[in-house]
């Protein structure tokens, strides 16, 4: 009875922060300037004397309770079954009520276009049978894409350091982690 | 989506990078609206890096230059828009007037780098090749050092296919950022671990790379040396060699080893590069037992004073326990090995008859290529005049009893030795391909060189730091609007290059410049000009090609690379059954060829340049993630959000009070720069660090500060040593 | 279970026993449960029932004469031995019977057998659940009909509360097929089970919770829509058609929501939490009231309240809070509570803590005090020093609200745990 449930899983052992993703998704959508529908951002944390360095490649985490859709006045937004939170530039008239609204950075403004934009998870191309942009673009496979339905999903972290409250909007975004990697032996001083 | 007027078109990527990546583009109505990896290409496996995502936005920025301009005065930044017809006649004018002043092209100057790798680029060499013999600036500022090094050990610059090296065992990434500068080998070292491979990363800076690593060891900058010899030492006392590999395929060993034993302790060689003892037991471990090992050394460490002994020193315990010749090991750096499989058409022209040039004392001759391709005849032994300038005098060819050519100048001391020339001076310079204005050591030196010129060309696609000392700015195509091939230094994929759409605005390429050249100097001048004045791209394409890259990549015609790349049949291991391409055949840990260089004839430690109480901080430049030197960062899709800082220590910052976002002075006896500290745990306590590269219109010049010391090697096969640029000290204060 | 043995029998002896083939025989004609439990109760003399796994009456039987008071829903016990014997809560009053689960992995439902004050013989108990097979078919055959139509229905109640839709009329029209009435409003509740673990045990107590809210409520108030998503029951409430009566539908849905808690606890072991989204007076607007439901039961969980209703129109400061960016949030707090953190982590000292006790005990000293384990003049003077540190008076209105905010926060500030 459990229908197919998109979401971004991506392995934080993997990633390398090399942002190919991120420029993939640009190039590919022809994003305004400031515009980037994915983000990689760098964790840098240290305590005990360890250090490491993580990074997270974000886009729109087609949330489960999508506050973007919730404060939309123009209704631009719909989430559809398998769980993709469509934005339709079309009925956008750039107010920027859900760039405030969500707390991952997912809409974001175009001043050339006067409208929002965001992830849309490649629908276009996901729809026919292809994989998204940003996940094709990945070297290493740290960057996929989840069935929640399906039930091994429980099995993937629903957030890791770095990542914002998750609690009331259910963000559709695993991951892959484990500490170790990072074992320094230098000893500089 | 995919409209039914897209068409798609191949590419390559020519910029210095490990990958040359295969691209794919889509053009919508004459415009060219995405790129993408080429899945065909079994290297690059349909992916690009960030950089080649935001080929987009370079063709088509607003910022880039498609007419030709001319700036006056110099200096000022009032362009104003010329003709190519005037451009060219101007440009032509100046050279044979020169040509009438002096007796000679030798005042005339051309300083190429490597901003594009496309065969049908050595056009520029080409064109002034066949004008005469001019004033070259040679030398390669980024990887001579360990060059030379590798020469001495292996005789030649081979190595094996970097695809293998999904089967090694335990995989070494010494001094190198794949991650940032090579990403899509991590894709092979990835599938190398996920075999069992374990990974170790030695850099100072713990980068993306390391990150990504079982052990990392942070290594004090220039003491890799120390570090190599500590595990060559701790082999030795574990008797851990391999006796069979040392007796057949090495010369040296009993020198090296009664050198390890009366000079190396593992002790004085971790407490040297600042590390723990046992992370030179773990290297020398995997070294010793877990073969195959690959060991994948970065040019971030041959750029010291000491560097070319380090990379001496990296390969030395590779040797000692026979990792050398399997398939899944062996000893990485960059290789050109397969470049000379093409024909260099494009660069070979001669000199109108009876040209005058330059004679090198005693009488030899320079090669001209300047890369690193050949070896410079009489390496690594060329007279030195002033300045470290190449002595010789003016000559012409055909005189009896001497060879002409092109009068060197270090490319890595640019401005001091083109100063120096004063017989006859250098009064006209032409640059492309290049950024010297923000790449070359200690940059605010060219002001006074730049000065003495009469006539500035720059051929570029935006206004870079260099604009400021041109006078004409020639607008380049890029590698979307024109034909061409290219090869990579790593991988042994072969494919080419079409133009996907028509020519942003007036813009031309490299080629057709020279053609045109030619074609303006010889209506001004018959016969001053070998060089032709027509051919389609695609025929000087296909000209490139010889029967041997034909049986190598599998084709009849060079058309056939249109359907897809290929991969050259090249030898996957390189050294296999040890036999070597030195003098004695073997591997030399014992080089009589490096002593006759004035160097160590053994790997021996040589300490690195060290901080003064003046300036006791070590300012490291490394690659950006999403610059390529001057190229790229400067674009909005990729350097929008960054901008250039200087990392700092956590320690350090504490003790200067300085937190992230504050703006800070770093200083020398060279100059200042003022940029934002960012407080990074990355950097070692008493290391900063400024990724180097154009960050765009009115960034810091952080290469004001940059340079002064040159590397230990580098002449013998590159011409001259390379800028020490790692070896840079600086202090800070806080604004 | 009872399949393997029915085959032996069937197989040994070539010939299956009368009374099984006379169910069997209903099961296929397709005379449904009626007619089955009839056939079952004459054969073992006893008053039988069936139900759905949430304990729900499907069917019973009973000898003639007999009145067995069977209730609509009958609290059992969520996992049973098989079969379970017990007491049962009859209209008439508690009764022992045999219960035998239906369904090997997941249980469909309960066939359930009054005793007659002593146990059922042993041979009628096993002949019993070799005849729950039957029964066991014929639930089955329903559950994968109603299965379909749940689906269905689902689906069309996710496109309609996440504006998966192309416009009214084509809402009102999907709607019809159902025979609901979209043209006018609806209210929008979301309901949730406290302390719910995730994995399949979790799955089956929510399929128990959606089905039990689902029978109470759509019994209780003509006209509820419910439906199941992401572990939340989705409450649709017919509303009159505009928001002046919004106060009273809501003081109903409260009332209602409080007795399905009352109702339903027996049968579920735990207390479930609800948010209420605003009115809005067409069904278009049912997404936002969707979003506006999770957001005032999860700000609930955030706080770590369980059982409540909470309305999101009622959330007021914290709506407020949660709204302001995380940044500026951040900046509020340290300034407001940063330098009582220094000053406890300075000196080892707990004065966050008791500051907090004293603002959870409305301010009153003696309460605050107890709570802590402290005399209630270590208190005071503690209090002394921590108007001392943050420069403020607890006496004042405004610095009360002020560190009120602030702890409120807190809770909000320290994100999620992790796995
Ligand atoms: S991540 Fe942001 S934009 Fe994407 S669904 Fe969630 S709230 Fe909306
Ligand atoms: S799924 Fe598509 S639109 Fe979304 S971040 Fe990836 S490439 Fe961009
Ligand atoms: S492409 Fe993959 S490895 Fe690179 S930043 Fe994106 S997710 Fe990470």
Known sequence: MSSLRWAFLLDVNKCLGCRSCEVACKNYYHLGESQRYRRVATVEWGNEGRDGLFFLSLACNHCESPECFRVCPERAYRKRRDGIVIHEARLCTGCCTCVQACPYGGPQYDADAGKVGKCNLCVGLLDQGEEPVCVRACHTEALRLLDLSNPDAVAFAAWVPGFPDTRLTHPAVRFVTSCGGDWKMGDHR | MVTVSAKRFRHLCPRNCFSTCAIISTVENGRLVRVEGDPEHGFTRGRLCAKGYAYPQLIYSRRRITVPMRQYPRGSGHWHRISWEEALTTIAAKILELKGRYGSLLSVCLNKQSGNFGYLHYAVEGMFNAMGYITRAEGNSCWSAGLDARIFDLGADRQSDPEDMALAR??????????????????????????????????????????????????????????????????????????????????????????????????????????????????????????????????????????????????????????????????????????????????????????????????????????????????????????????????????????????????????????????????????????????????????????????????????????????????????????????????????????????????????????????????????????????????????????????????????????????????????????????????????????????????????????????????????????????????????????????????????LGVRSGMQVCLYNASGEVVLPAMVSRQVPEDVLLCYQGWYGPGAPEINAIVGGLMTDMGSYKTGFPAPALYDTFVNIYVL | MGGLEMEKEARAGGKMPGYLRQLLRAVAVGQGLPALLAVLGDMLQRPVAVTDAAGRLLASHCQEGEVAGWPEVLALPLVASDPWRGSVALKGGERTAAVIPLGEELVQGYLVILENGRPLPAGILARARQMAVAVLLELSRQAAVVEVEKRYRNEFIQDLIYGNFVSLEDVIARGQVWGWDFSRPYALAVLEMDGLSGGAAGRAEVQRFASLSAHYLERWEAGVITSERGGQVIVLWPAPGSSADWVSLKARMHSLLSRLRSQAAPGLGRTFSAGIGRFYPSVLYLYRSYQEAKIALGLARVFGQQGGINTFDELGVLRLLYEVPQPDLEVFYRQILGPLEEYDACHDGSLVDTLAAYLASNGNAGLAAKKLFIHENTLRYRLRRIEEVLGVSLDRLEDRVNLFVAFTLCALRQGPARD
């Open chain 2, 170 to 655: 335990s995989i070494v990434l010494w001094g190198v950022n794949p991650a940032w500068t090579a990403v899509h080998q991590m894709h092979f070292i990835t599938m190398a671990r996920e075999q069992g491979a374990t990974l170790v990363v030695i850099d100072p800076l713990y980068t993306a790379t390391a990150a990504q690593a079982d052990y990392y060891i942070q290594v004090r900058p220039g003491e890799d040396g120390a570090l190599a010899l500590g595990v060559a030492r701790y082999i030795l006392e574990r008797g851990w060699q391999d006796e069979d590999f040392l007796r057949e395929y090495v010369l040296g060993w009993p020198e090296f080893r009664s050198y390890l034993e009366r000079e190396v302790s593992v002790v004085w060689a971790a407490e040297k590069a600042g590390v723990a003892p046992e992370a030179v037991a773990v290297l020398a471990k995997l070294l010793a037992w877990y073969k195959p090992a690959a060991i994948w050394t970065g040019m971030g460490l041959q750029r010291h004073t000491n560097g070319g002994q380090n990379v001496r020193a990296i390969t030395a315990p590779a040797a000692m326990t026979g990792n050398l010749g399997q398939p899944g090991g062996g000893l990485y750096y960059a290789s050109q090995q397969t470049w000379n499989l093409l024909k260099y058409n494009a660069r070979d022209w001669p000199p109108p008859p009876g040209a005058t040039g330059w004679v090198l004392w005693p009488g030899v001759v320079g090669d001209g290529a300047g890369d690193g391709l050949e070896p410079v005849a009489g390496g690594g032994s060329r007279p030195v005049g002033a300045a470290g300038v190449v002595a010789g005098r003016q000559a012409r060819a055909g005189d009896p009893g001497v060879a002409v050519g092109h009068r060197p100048v270090n490319t890595n001391d640019f401005a001091r030795q083109v100063l120096a020339c004063t017989d006859p001076p250098v009064k006209m310079l032409w640059v492309a391909s290049r950024g010297l204005a923000s790449q070359d050591p200690l940059v605010t030196s060219l002001e006074e060189a730049m000065g003495l010129m009469e006539t500035v060309v720059l051929v570029d696609h935006f206004l870079t730091p260099t604009a400021r000392f041109a006078d004409i700015f020639l607008p380049a195509t890029t590698p979307f609007e024109e034909w061409d091939v290219v090869l990579s230094y790593w991988h042994y994929w072969l494919g080419i290059n079409q133009p996907a759409i028509a020519p942003v605005g007036e813009s031309r390429s490299d080629l057709e410049i020279a053609m045109h050249l030619s074609a303006k100097m010889n209506e001004l001048s018959p016969g001053s000009c070998t060089f032709p004045t027509s051919g389609s791209q695609e025929e000087w394409v296909a000209a490139e090609f010889t029967p041997e890259i034909y049986v190598l990549a599998d084709i009849r015609d060079y058309r056939e690379l249109l359907d897809r790349p290929r991969k050259l049949a090249w030898p996957r291991v390189s050294w296999e059954g040890g036999k070597f391409a030195t003098p004695s055949g073997k591997y030399e840990l014992c080089s009589e060829q490096a002593q006759k260089c004035g160097l160590p004839s053994l790997p021996v430690y040589v300490p690195p340049a060290a901080p003064s109480p003046a300036y006791p901080y070590r300012l490291l430049t490394s690659h950006q993630q999403l610059g390529i030197n001057s190229q790229f960062l400067h674009l909005g899709w990729l350097g929008g959000s960054e901008r250039a800082t200087v990392l700092l220590p956590p320690g350090l910052a504490r003790r």
